[in-house]
């Protein structure tokens, strides 16, 4: 099994910085995706960027630009620096892993690998 752990959330003001981190145990983090999703009360968990083993990333259009996901391959590690955060930012984050030699996929559904989350609030 693969067991995933956040941390790194909590309150900051508009336009404030959070780095977010994200550590997988007990599988390798060869050919592997991991990402980052999103999810306010009532809706489904958005994407909000994904890395895969080999360097590759990818952005969702409303956090290009204030967001960078880079990782660790030798620790299994994710981070997630947030600059320029909005109150629309606010939610709680969560890590994704799944086995992939394709490109990541930004549907949820996708992902079998889960972290608790951790909560990333922004005030206006």
């Known amino acids: 099994q693969v067991q995933l752990v956040e941390s790194g959330g909590g309150s900051v003001q508009a336009g404030g910085s959070l780095r977010l981190s994200c550590v997988a145990s007990?599988?390798?983090?060869?050919?592997?995706?991991m990402a980052w999703f999103r999810q306010v009360p009532g809706k489904g968990r958005e994407w909000v960027a994904s890395r895969r083993s080999d360097g590759t990333t990818g952005y969702a259009e409303s956090v290009k630009g204030r967001f960078t996901i880079s990782g660790d391959n030798a620790k299994n590690a994710l981070n997630l620096q947030m600059n320029s955060l909005k109150p629309e930012d606010t939610a709680l984050f969560y890590c994704?892993?799944?086995?992939?030699?394709?490109?990541?996929?930004?549907?949820?559904?996708?992902?079998?690998?889960w972290g608790q989350g951790t909560q990333v609030t922004v005030s206006a």
């Open positions: 994704a892993r799944r086995s992939s030699t394709q490109a990541c996929s930004s549907n949820s559904g996708w992902y079998p690998y």
């Open positions: 007990g599988e390798s983090y060869s050919r592997a995706c």
